[in-house]
């Protein structure tokens, strides 16, 4: 094939190659880590296995809405332990809670952001039940 030849074809390779991909916005990047790193247990909406898994369908917003219950959401083993970096995984819970749950966000609702993560992550928490069941008392973590 002659040197034209070959730059002509790569030419046209290049122009045949697909536009660059814009990046994808934050909220399509935690739907899909949650995808890829929490649907296995957690499910597509969110309901988990009864027994096993808790739905978090009613928990998130109400837990979210403290303090104490932002450091449980970040503490619990699933999501401290993900390999998710601190802004992915404040994506992925901000993410949970807007879609994930029964209950509209309330409009006050925070977006976990990376150093919020970042405070809580590393203090690894023991008592996951028991801080379940003082945090939401109605709603204590059936685990079977
Ligand atoms: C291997 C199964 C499994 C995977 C994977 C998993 N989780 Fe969980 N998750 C659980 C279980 C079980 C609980 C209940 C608490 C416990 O026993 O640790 C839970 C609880 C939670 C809670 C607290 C909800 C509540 O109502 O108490 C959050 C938030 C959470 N997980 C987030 C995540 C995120 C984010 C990911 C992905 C990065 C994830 N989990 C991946 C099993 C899993």
Do not use: K
Request: hydrophobic residues 45%.
């Amino acid at each position: 094939m002659s040197p034209w030849t070959s730059a002509f074809l790569a030419v046209g390779l290049l122009l045949a190659a697909p536009a660059a991909v814009p990046a994808a916005d934050s909220s399509t990047a935690a739907r899909n880590n949650y995808m890829l790193r929490c649907m296995g247990c957690h499910l597509a909406d969110g309901s988990g296995s009864a027994g096993r898994v808790p739905s978090v369908r009613d928990s998130l917003v109400p837990l979210a809405s403290s303090a104490a219950g932002r450091r449980y959401l970040v503490q619990v083993p699933g999501a401290a332990q993900s390999p998710l970096s601190d802004l992915e995984l404040a994506q992925v819970l901000s993410w949970m809670v807007r879609n994930l749950s029964r209950q509209a966000a309330p409009g006050g609702f925070v977006d976990f952001s990376a150093a919020e993560v970042a405070s809580y992550r590393r203090t690894p928490l023991i008592e996951v039940q028991a801080t379940r069941a003082r945090l939401l008392p109605s709603a204590p973590l059936d685990r079977g």
